[in-house]
């Protein structure tokens, strides 16, 4: 009797410790985190958005830029951001490189200075353009530098989600510890994202605002980033994208980020 008594008490444990590692389609934690990342994007995109500051007591601060991205022929892809306005801020141009192997490298163009610094590992926690976004925001996260676990299911915005939690490895070098993502089945895009610090804080807060179906790809048309230390958001908000025009490959290089 007491040995039928242990094998029940396991089987409570592990039944949910079993959904947790694999989703009612036999999806687990890895497997989801490799469909968001590679998920189809265009073979290439061209857009004009803006970028809004929003501090907590109501101040707004807004930027034109433009977003340029080429996924080439190995998988890898490449971003361009040129800020068109501004003054302050006009010509300052983002480019960057995945260079396989998990690398990503990054440059920042400054035109006042008429200089192009690469961005370093040591400088990926940093804010982008004093924004709320980080450089390690501004890059995708390679699938085995974390590790990937389901969290179950939850419903945002009318959509039901899986709860994705991602834990950066330390070989990562990742500035968090912590990222709980929610992700519309069969869209394998994160609407909602909980972002936790090496304190396990729980720090930032992104979140889709506007997701429409633009030439049959899903597309975050408005999507934010919170800092809940001190109340500031950082808002993207697309005007105008294109998919799959003819984007010269050119563009994607430092020759062509110092050419403002």
């Not at 039928?4 to 410790?17: E, G, N, R």
């Not at 959509?159 to 869209?187: G, H, N, Q």
Request: hydrophobic fraction near 35%; include cysteine.
């Amino acid at each position: 009797m007491q040995r039928v008594l242990l094998i029940c008490m396991l089987l409570i444990w592990l039944v949910p410790c079993l959904a947790s590692a694999q989703d009612e389609t036999g999806l687990s934690g890895r497997e989801l985190a490799r469909r968001v990342h590679d998920r189809y994007v265009g073979d290439n995109f061209a857009s004009e958005a803006v970028m809004i500051l929003a501090a907590e007591g109501g101040d707004k601060r807004i930027r034109d830029m433009t977003w340029l991205s080429l996924e080439q022929e190995s998988g890898l892809r490449r971003n361009f951001i040129r800020f068109t306005s501004p003054p302050d801020i006009a010509g300052t141009g983002f480019l960057s490189v995945e260079k396989g192997a998990g690398r990503t490298e990054q440059f920042l163009y400054l035109p006042a200075l008429n200089r192009t610094r690469r961005i370093v590992t040591s400088q990926k926690g940093r804010s982008f353009v004093n924004s709320d976004f980080t450089y390690e925001d501004m890059q995708r996260r390679p699938v085995d530098d974390s590790e990937h676990t389901l969290a179950g299911l939850e419903n945002v915005k009318g959509l039901e989600c899986r709860v994705l939690e991602t834990r950066p490895l330390p070989k990562a070098e990742s500035e968090y510890t912590l990222i709980r993502s929610w992700i519309p089945k069969d869209i394998f895009l994160p609407v909602k994202m909980e972002i936790f610090n090496d304190a396990q804080v729980h720090i930032k807060s992104y979140q889709v605002d506007r997701l429409e179906k633009v030439e049959d790809i899903w597309t975050p048309l408005q999507y934010s980033m919170k800092d809940l230390r001190d109340g500031h958001e950082t808002i993207i908000r697309i005007e105008r994208i294109a998919y799959n025009t003819d984007i010269n490959a050119s563009y994607f290089t430092k020759r062509y980020l110092e050419s403002w």
